[in-house]
C-alpha cells in the first residue's frame, strides 16, 4: 500500500509540475487557466476528448473520495439525532432481480441529491474557476499537507525539541505556510479583479 501510495503521488506530481512549469515557461502569466482549450485551437477533436474524458475520470473519483466521508459523517449524525423517524432510519429493499436486491434510504437519496445539486449550482455560480480553486488550494495546504503531517511524524517519531530534525522540520513546514500565505493573497486579488466583470452563470476563465 505504502508503494502504491508513493508511485501515484510521484507520478500525480510530475504530470502537474509538468503541465504548471512547461505551460508558465512557454507562456508566463499569459497561460490560459485551461491548457486545453484556452489557445483557441479545438483541433484535433480526437485529443481533446479524450483529455476531457481523463478529467471526468479523474473528478468523478475525486469527488467521492472528499465526499463520501462527508455523506457517511451527516447521515451517522441524522440516525443518531432522530432514531425513531423513518425517513432517517428506514431501509426499503428494492427487488433487482431474483437474488438480488438494493438498499434505499429516503434520507440518503433526499441528501445526497441535494448536496450535488447543491454543489454544482454554487461552481456554475463562480466564473473565476482557477482563483477559486487557487484560494482553496491555498487554505488548504499547508494544514493539511504540511502542518499536521509533520507534527504528527514529530510526536510519533519523539523528535527532541530544537534538535536539527525538529528544527528543520519547522523550518520546512514555515517555508510551506509562506508559500501559502503568498498563493491565496495572489488568488484573492485575482477573485476581486474577477468581480469587477462578474456574471452569473458565464466563464470568466
Not at 481533446?48 to 451527516?74: E, K, R, S, T
Request: charged share 15%; glycine share 6%; proline share 4%.
Amino acid at each position: 500500500m505504502k508503494r502504491a501510495t508513493l508511485v501515484s503521488v510521484a507520478v500525480t506530481t510530475v504530470f502537474y509540475m509538468l503541465c504548471g512549469c512547461m505551460g508558465y515557461a512557454a507562456f508566463g502569466d499569459a497561460a490560459p487557466g485551461n491548457l486545453l482549450t484556452g489557445f483557441g485551437f479545438y483541433n484535433p477533436f480526437w485529443l481533446l476528448d479524450i483529455a476531457n474524458a481523463a478529467i471526468v475520470i479523474h473528478l468523478v473519483g475525486a469527488y467521492q473520495v472528499y465526499c463520501q466521508p462527508l455523506f457517511a459523517f451527516i447521515e451517522k449524525w441524522a440516525s443518531r439525532t432522530w432514531p425513531d423517524s423513518k425517513f432517517f432510519s428506514k431501509e426499503i429493499r428494492i427487488r433487482l432481480c431474483s437474488n438480488k436486491s438494493y438498499s434505499l434510504n429516503l434520507f440518503r437519496l433526499v441528501w445526497r441529491s441535494a448536496f450535488v445539486v447543491l454543489t454544482t449550482v454554487i461552481s456554475m455560480l463562480l466564473p473565476f474557476f482557477n482563483d477559486v480553486v487557487g484560494l482553496l488550494g491555498a487554505l488548504g495546504f499547508w494544514p493539511l499537507t504540511v502542518y499536521f503531517p509533520v507534527e504528527m511524524y514529530i510526536v510519533q517519531k519523539k523528535v527532541p525539541k530544537w534538535s536539527t530534525r525538529w528544527v528543520c522540520l519547522q523550518t520546512l513546514s514555515f517555508a510551506c505556510l509562506v508559500i501559502s500565505v503568498a498563493a491565496a493573497v495572489g488568488s484573492i486579488a485575482g477573485v476581486v479583479s474577477d468581480l469587477k466583470v462578474y456574471r452569473p452563470f458565464k466563464s470568466g476563465s
